[in-house]
Protein backbone atom coordinates (compact mmCIF):
# COMPACT_ATOMS: atom_id res chain seq x y z
CA UNK A 1 0.00 0.00 0.00
CA UNK A 2 1.37 3.32 -0.98
CA UNK A 3 2.12 6.12 1.38
CA UNK A 4 3.22 9.52 0.80
CA UNK A 5 4.89 11.52 3.51
CA UNK A 6 5.15 15.65 2.90
CA UNK A 7 8.26 18.02 3.97
CA UNK A 8 9.96 21.25 3.48
CA UNK A 9 7.55 23.72 4.69
CA UNK A 10 7.86 26.30 7.10
CA UNK A 11 8.19 30.26 7.75
CA UNK A 12 9.49 32.53 4.82
CA UNK A 13 9.28 35.86 3.78
CA UNK A 14 7.43 37.60 0.33
CA UNK A 15 9.72 36.57 -2.48
CA UNK A 16 11.34 33.72 -0.92
CA UNK A 17 12.04 29.67 -2.05
CA UNK A 18 10.85 26.88 -0.78
CA UNK A 19 11.52 22.93 -1.41
CA UNK A 20 8.52 20.95 -1.08
CA UNK A 21 8.97 16.80 -1.33
CA UNK A 22 6.58 13.98 -1.41
CA UNK A 23 8.22 10.74 -0.46
CA UNK A 24 6.64 7.63 -1.17
CA UNK A 25 6.82 4.17 0.80
CA UNK A 26 5.08 0.84 -0.05
CA UNK A 27 4.89 0.91 -3.30
CA UNK A 28 6.98 1.97 -6.67
CA UNK A 29 6.53 5.58 -7.11
CA UNK A 30 6.67 5.01 -11.05
CA UNK A 31 3.30 4.06 -11.45
CA UNK A 32 1.55 7.19 -10.62
CA UNK A 33 0.57 10.77 -11.28
CA UNK A 34 1.59 12.86 -8.73
CA UNK A 35 -0.79 16.10 -7.54
CA UNK A 36 -0.07 19.14 -5.58
CA UNK A 37 -2.40 20.86 -3.54
CA UNK A 38 -2.70 23.29 -1.02
CA UNK A 39 -6.00 24.63 1.53
CA UNK A 40 -5.95 27.91 2.86
CA UNK A 41 -7.63 28.60 5.99
CA UNK A 42 -11.42 28.57 5.52
CA UNK A 43 -11.21 27.78 1.73
CA UNK A 44 -10.98 24.61 -0.16
CA UNK A 45 -8.89 22.53 -1.28
CA UNK A 46 -7.39 23.86 -4.54
CA UNK A 47 -5.11 22.33 -7.04
CA UNK A 48 -1.16 23.76 -7.80
CA UNK A 49 0.61 21.31 -9.96
CA UNK A 50 0.27 17.39 -11.72
CA UNK A 51 3.24 15.62 -12.81
CA UNK A 52 2.76 12.37 -14.54
CA UNK A 53 4.62 9.16 -13.89
CA UNK A 54 7.04 9.37 -16.17
CA UNK A 55 7.90 12.97 -15.08
CA UNK A 56 7.36 14.39 -18.95
CA UNK A 57 4.81 15.92 -18.66
CA UNK A 58 3.65 18.88 -16.17
CA UNK A 59 0.21 20.70 -15.57
CA UNK A 60 0.22 24.13 -12.97
CA UNK A 61 -3.04 26.10 -11.80
CA UNK A 62 -2.41 29.87 -13.52
CA UNK A 63 -1.60 31.32 -9.94
CA UNK A 64 1.75 29.04 -9.49
CA UNK A 65 2.53 29.49 -12.97
CA UNK A 66 6.20 30.56 -13.70
CA UNK A 67 6.85 30.61 -10.16
CA UNK A 68 6.60 26.55 -9.36
CA UNK A 69 8.23 23.49 -10.88
CA UNK A 70 7.38 20.41 -9.95
CA UNK A 71 9.53 17.46 -10.75
CA UNK A 72 10.57 13.61 -9.61
CA UNK A 73 12.99 11.40 -8.95
CA UNK A 74 11.37 7.62 -9.72
CA UNK A 75 14.95 6.33 -8.65
CA UNK A 76 14.51 7.54 -5.13
CA UNK A 77 10.72 7.27 -4.92
CA UNK A 78 10.62 11.03 -4.51
CA UNK A 79 8.91 13.73 -6.14
CA UNK A 80 9.69 17.67 -5.30
CA UNK A 81 7.58 20.69 -5.66
CA UNK A 82 9.89 23.81 -5.66
CA UNK A 83 8.13 27.29 -5.10
CA UNK A 84 9.88 30.47 -5.70
CA UNK A 85 8.67 34.14 -5.67
CA UNK A 86 6.52 32.99 -3.02
CA UNK A 87 3.79 35.68 -2.17
CA UNK A 88 1.13 35.60 0.97
CA UNK A 89 -1.43 33.98 -1.13
CA UNK A 90 0.51 30.96 -1.45
CA UNK A 91 0.36 30.74 2.33
CA UNK A 92 -1.29 27.26 3.36
CA UNK A 93 -1.27 23.53 3.72
CA UNK A 94 0.35 21.84 0.84
CA UNK A 95 -0.33 18.29 -0.32
CA UNK A 96 0.58 15.39 -2.30
CA UNK A 97 -1.37 13.33 -3.58
CA UNK A 98 -1.18 9.65 -6.40
CA UNK A 99 -3.77 8.99 -8.95
CA UNK A 100 -3.75 7.20 -12.30
CA UNK A 101 -2.68 10.06 -15.11
CA UNK A 102 -2.47 14.00 -15.46
CA UNK A 103 -5.86 14.57 -17.54
CA UNK A 104 -8.02 17.36 -18.10
CA UNK A 105 -9.17 17.77 -14.52
CA UNK A 106 -5.79 17.17 -12.53
CA UNK A 107 -7.07 20.15 -10.68
CA UNK A 108 -9.80 18.17 -8.85
CA UNK A 109 -9.51 16.28 -6.01
CA UNK A 110 -11.18 12.63 -7.19
CA UNK A 111 -8.99 12.64 -9.60
CA UNK A 112 -6.47 10.92 -6.45
CA UNK A 113 -6.64 8.03 -4.28
CA UNK A 114 -4.03 8.39 -2.03
CA UNK A 115 -2.96 11.60 0.31
CA UNK A 116 -0.32 12.74 2.83
CA UNK A 117 -0.67 14.19 5.80
CA UNK A 118 0.71 18.06 4.22
CA UNK A 119 3.16 20.28 5.14
CA UNK A 120 2.73 23.97 6.20
CA UNK A 121 3.72 26.60 4.20
CA UNK A 122 3.35 30.25 5.55
CA UNK A 123 4.80 33.31 3.29
CA UNK A 124 4.93 36.25 5.92
CA UNK A 125 6.89 39.34 6.69
Known amino acids: QLQLVESGGGLVQPGGSLRLSCAASGSALNYYAIGWFRQAPGKEREGVSCINANGRTTSYADSVKGRFTASRNNAENTVHLQLNSLKPEDTGVYYC??????????????????WGQGTQVTVSS
Open 97 to 114: AAGPLCRGSWAETYEYDI
